[in-house]
């Protein structure tokens, strides 16, 4: 159920064409060779899961939070990656098989910040947004 969620949402963002390439899902690997700029990073939570059904001992809703962090060489370049992310995901609602989700929200934000840990530094802006879904 997570990861058809997430594949949804992944998928989602590659199809834009400035995004293909750019998108990484979770965490960027410290091990791994540096990741440069531009790029997108997408975080989902494994959701809080309800069983609203007594009929079901197994969940029928789950309210997912999906983080972004958009990374840019400077503020602009951050700032343009967030708006394509929020173009694409805020309102669209995911086709899951066995599901129905509702419209993706946006929940917070934060403004641009420097990472100062990486040489040279970057600009990101966070982005948290919610997906809620009911077993259909």
């Known amino acids: 159920m997570i990861r058809a969620h997430k594949q949804q949402i992944l998928s ?3 199809s834009d064409a400035a995004l293909a390439a750019v998108v990484i899902d979770g965490a960027v690997d410290p091990n791994a060779a540096p990741v440069l700029p531009p790029y997108v990073v997408v975080y989902m939570d494994s959701g809080l899961r309800q069983v609203e059904r007594e009929s079901s001992e197994q969940p029928t809703q789950a ?10 060489v400077d503020a602009d370049q951050a700032e343009f990656f967030a708006e394509k992310v929020m173009a694409l995901l805020l309102g669209w ?5 066995g599901w129905s989700p ?3 929200q946006h929940r917070r934000t934060a403004p641009v910040q ?3 840990a990486v040489s040279p530094p970057t600009q990101y802006i966070s982005d948290v947004l919610s997906l809620t ?4």
């Open 12 to 14: 989602r963002l590659r």
């Open 63 to 72: 309210d997912f939070r999906i983080t972004t962090q958009c990374v840019g």
């Open 93 to 97: 609602r995911p086709v899951v098989a």
């Open 102 to 104: 509702q419209a993706v």
């Open 114 to 116: 420097t990472d100062n």
């Open 133 to 136: 879904t009911r077993k259909a």
